[in-house]
């Protein structure tokens, strides 16, 4: 009942900014909104010359690339009907990159992993065939995926990629700081305040310099309003329609905010530039005992923490505290779309290859292998994971972290067009706040307006 | 057919020798032009074509992806652009950057030129020596000033306390501009060199007999001669400075938190970090022009006139 009423709401608004729209709107901008899905066509598999080949581009790292080349052998080996060379662009900057210079060019792949945020423009690059196309003709069962996962890149009711690669942040903790200042190492804190609270007690007791150790990553911004079940962006996260302006400078955003200036400038955190690990060698060298970081890099984390080299740190592993409310962390990662440049035969070998790769035994290996969450059912009763979450129950926080979070238009996270021109304008923001000391309010005001000219100067240069 | 016949004619009937004169006048120019039509074809395609595109660029919203419209937006854009806080940022920096290198650079080339400006045994292998860094390239030198900033098993790591200088905001743009400094410092050090060795030795000498000790020499005599070759070194440093991409790129990738993108580094970025906006991108390079034709100008200005200091 209420989700009929909310697309009725969703369906008038996107009515009403369609009309608004419809005189300057090009066919970019409706095309891009249409709700029709585009034909995948299964049966040219069949009558297509066999192996169909085809290219896909990935960006993964070492560890992560044997994982996904063994994994993608066996597919190979496995039937006769697809053959599929894995391209490896090593960054996901690159392999986004890559493809949009390929749409000039026509050097494109198959399929291409592009990350999380790469949504909107992948949308708007109107070269993919809706994920949906191929689930509603194969009647491909989506039930038993985690919802999170797929609701985070459903964009107006239209699954546009496949997922595959899935993660989320955690929070880390020195396990023995946290002992020798007194505090009870199996509860680590829930919300900002606590961290605070612990940061003070740690310090006081002079085991670390300070207490948390803060990437300045607007990505954190991201997961704390999510968490507080505040959206990122108007328009229901960009969801309902194309988002036009930047919603983080609510009550909670001010409460971020002033918290982590209330920590910096207390001496209870130290910060580092988003684009390194200091923040997990600060606990090392002990200058701080807690930390938030991504759980992709869960393994390397622990290899090197717990490592020997730092006999000082016996890391924990938590769900992410942040603000209260009703809200959870979001999906991160990257996922998989199947391009609509090439042929139908190898849009449908291409489809053939996203539904093995989301099969639970293969999930469950990938998984294991790599550090991110199994997101069909099937995978986590699979002896591999379990015996992974008995060994390393780290492993399992992360799933159960997304489990458990709230269901709304927060969670789902946002989908916006210039999503790092956001990030730059979150980043000044913060830096602002850390070393000029502005005002919460007006740092986040700021940022907020910067954020939305960043926004609008994309959609109006997609023509929507 | 026949107008061309009758075009032909009738002139050369009226007036002979003009006619032959400016028909071989015509033929020299048609081969000067062909002559010139290779090379123009290149400049043409490499230099003059891309060089309108950009203009062109610069007044249209360019669509991040292909197949979407392109939009005329006129002078907005550069408004936008060169009004924005991204802007003045990298401008701020790149001057910055400029400023640290350029002066250092030259007075620490002039220093060796000095030095090695000694009738001595064996001063060519120092010259050598001074000058070898003419030889390496940015990426190599680059790569070799990012293992000693390394903090983990850098060289700088044992003259402690060492800043993680290329991860540290505070000092990313400074360990850029040892870097640079460092690079320069040969081809500072052969401009002074040669600065220096064209000053007649008859008036160091005439000071050194007028009893003009050797500060007094340097100051009042070799300075001032040598003034032309410093002012050249300062403007083509600077435009070097307003050009430097490759130790940044291979360093810092203009950060940490933006503190060494330079201009060149957000022409970059812009072209690069998806979605790309060539059309800003464009208005960045041509500020950058922009900024580049005024030095050089600077330059042949002042220049000019300083080159017949002596006489």
């Not at chain 2, 906006?277 to 041509?286: S, Y």
């Amino acid at each position: 009942m209420r989700t009929s009423r909310k697309r009725l709401v969703a369906v008038i608004t996107g009515a009403i900014v369609l009309g608004t729209l419809a005189v300057p709107a090009t066919a970019a901008g409706a095309a891009a909104r249409r709700a029709k899905l585009p034909k995948c066509a299964l049966s040219a598999l069949d009558k297509a010359d066999k192996p169909v080949e085809i290219e896909f581009w990935t960006a993964t790292n070492a560890a992560n690339s044997d994982a996904l080349d063994r994994i993608t052998a066996q597919f190979n080996s496995s039937q006769s009907d697809v053959a599929v060379t894995i391209i490896n662009q090593t960054t996901y900057d690159d392999a986004l990159n890559k493809y949009i210079a390929g749409l000039g060019t026509g050097d494109l792949p198959d399929v291409v992993m592009i990350e999380d945020t790469g949504l909107q423009q992948m949308i708007d690059t109107q070269s993919i065939l809706p994920a949906a196309a191929c689930v509603k003709a194969d009647d491909y069962d989506l039930s038993s995926h985690i919802e999170r996962v797929v609701n985070y890149y459903t964009v107006d009711g239209t699954l546009y990629p496949m997922p595959f690669n899935v993660s989320n942040p955690v929070f880390l903790y020195n396990k023995l700081a946290f002992e020798e200042a007194g505090l009870d190492p199996d509860a680590p804190p829930e919300t900002l305040d606590e961290i605070k609270e612990a940061a003070q007690t740690i310090v006081d007791a002079g085991i670390t310099n300070s207490g948390f150790s803060l990437k300045l990553d607007p990505w954190y911004l991201e997961q704390f309003l999510a968490k507080a079940g505040e959206p990122y962006v108007n328009n229901g996260n960009g969801r309902d329609s194309r988002a036009t302006e930047a919603e983080f400078d609510v009550k909670a955003g001010v409460e971020i905010f002033t918290w982590m200036q209330d920590m910096v400038d207390s001496d209870l955190a130290v910060t580092n530039a988003p684009d390194n690990f200091d923040n997990l060698f600060a606990i090392g060298e002990d200058n701080a005992a807690m930390t938030i970081d991504t759980s992709a890099s869960l393994g390397s984390i622990l290899a090197v923490l717990g490592g020997g080299q730092y006999p000082n740190v016996e890391i924990g592993v938590a769900p992410m505290p942040g603000p209260e409310g009703k809200g959870g962390v979001l999906v991160g990662g990257a996922a998989l779309y199947i391009s609509n440049k090439s042929s139908s035969a190898e849009q449908a070998a291409a489809w053939e290859y996203l539904k093995f790769l989301n099969t639970p035994d293969v999930q469950a290996d990938w998984a294991a292998s790599t550090g991110y969450i199994p997101i069909v059912e099937g995978a986590t009763e699979t002896q591999i994971i379990q015996d992974l979450w008995t060994e390393l129950p780290f492993f399992k926080v992360a799933y159960d972290q997304l489990l458990s979070g709230a269901e709304n238009e927060a969670t789902a996270g946002p989908v916006i067009g210039d999503y790092q021109g956001v990030r730059d304008s979150v980043l000044e923001g913060f830096e602002s706040l850390l070393t000029q000391g502005t005002k919460p309010k007006t740092a986040l005001k700021n940022a907020k307006a910067d954020a939305d000219s960043k926004i609008q100067e994309y959609n109006s240069r997609v023509g929507a | 057919m026949t107008a061309t016949l009758d075009a032909s004619e009738r002139p050369a009937e009226i007036d002979k020798p003009v006619n032959t004169r400016r028909r071989r006048k015509l033929r020299e120019a048609g081969l000067g032009y062909s002559l010139l039509v290779p090379a123009l074809i290149i400049f043409g395609i490499f230099i003059f074509y891309p060089f309108i595109k950009n203009f062109i660029l610069a007044t249209h919203q360019v669509p991040p992806f292909p197949g979407l419209p392109e939009k005329n937006v006129g002078l907005d854009q550069f408004g936008d652009v060169l009004g924005s806080r991204d802007f003045l940022d990298s401008l701020w920096i790149t001057v910055l950057f400029a400023l640290m290198t350029v002066p250092t650079g030259i007075a620490l080339g002039l220093g060796l030129a000095i030095l090695a400006h000694q009738k001595l045994k064996g001063i060519a292998i120092f010259r050598t020596i001074f000058s070898s860094t003419v030889a390496t390239s940015v990426a190599v030198a680059s790569v070799m000033f990012y293992t000693l900033f390394n903090p983990n098993i850098g060289l700088l790591k044992s003259i402690s306390p060492t800043p993680p200088f290329l991860e540290n905001p505070g000092w990313a743009l400074i360990a850029i501009a040892i870097v640079t400094i460092w690079q320069n410092l040969g081809l500072s050090f052969i401009l002074m060199s040669a600065g220096l060795q064209a000053i007649p030795d008859e008036l160091v000498e005439a000071a050194q007999v007028d009893g003009a000790g050797p500060w007094s020499r340097f100051r009042n005599v070799t300075l001032p001669l040598l003034s032309p070759t410093v002012f050249f070194a300062v403007v083509v440093g600077t435009i070097f400075a307003f050009q430097t991409f490759g130790q940044i790129d291979i360093l810092t990738e203009g950060g940490p938190l933006g503190k060494t993108k330079v201009l060149t580094y957000a022409i970059y970025e812009a072209l690069r970090q998806p979605p790309p906006n060539p059309g800003k991108a464009a208005v960045l390079a041509i500020a950058l022009f922009a900024i580049t034709l005024v030095l050089t100008m600077f330059q042949m200005r002042f220049l000019e006139r300083r080159v017949h200091y002596q006489r």
